[in-house]
């Protein structure tokens, strides 16, 4: 009788376990979406150059000056570009690498 109410309480135990866990999966999904924000680039966050989130006013003032600069003549676009890149210190997009 000792030996089937040690296995009931293993089952039992093991039921709770698993149940916890699947928990845990759920969890961690939601996390991840708001969490990879505030990761440092160093540790694999973000790079500082990563558009905004979908969503955020700041989303949709990105996707308006993309849509600016898509309109945008090719001549005045790359002189914009190179005059960017030269505040930030950067090579121009489409630039070769070194």
Do not use: F, H
Request: contains cysteine; glycine residues 12%; aromatic residues 4%.
């Amino acid at each position: 009788m000792r030996v089937g109410l040690v296995r009931g309480l293993r089952a039992a135990g093991a039921v709770v376990m698993l149940g916890a866990l699947t928990g845990c999966g759920s969890i961690n999904s939601a996390l991840t979406t708001g969490m990879a924000d505030y990761v440092p680039q160093w540790a694999g966050g973000l790079p500082a150059d990563a558009p905004p989130r979908p969503g955020t006013a700041r989303y949709d003032a990105y996707m308006k000056e993309q849509e600016r600069l898509r309109k945008m003549p090719a001549a005045e676009r790359a002189k914009l570009e190179a005059a960017r890149a030269a505040e930030t210190g950067q090579p121009p997009a489409g630039a070769p690498a070194r």
